[in-house]
């Protein structure tokens, strides 16, 4: 099997094959089509959210239940 790659824009459901590649083609091929991200996708892909850990020193610290789930 033969691998053909091209960047191509879909209008109405269909794919324009380049010209160099349509003599290759035979009756049946394969297709298949690998989408790039869009902008905010990438971008979205860049900005990785972290979570920093605290500690907080509760010796000594005497709480009430009420006081404790108090939010």
Known sequence: MQAIEFIGKAEKGTIKIPKEYQE???????????????VPEKKMARK?????????ETKGLKLGRDEANAR
Do not use: C, M
């Open 48 to 56: 990785k959210r972290t979570l920093n850990a605290i500690q907080l």
């Open 24 to 38: 290759q083609l035979h009756d049946q091929f394969r297709v298949i089509i690998l989408q790039e991200a869009s």
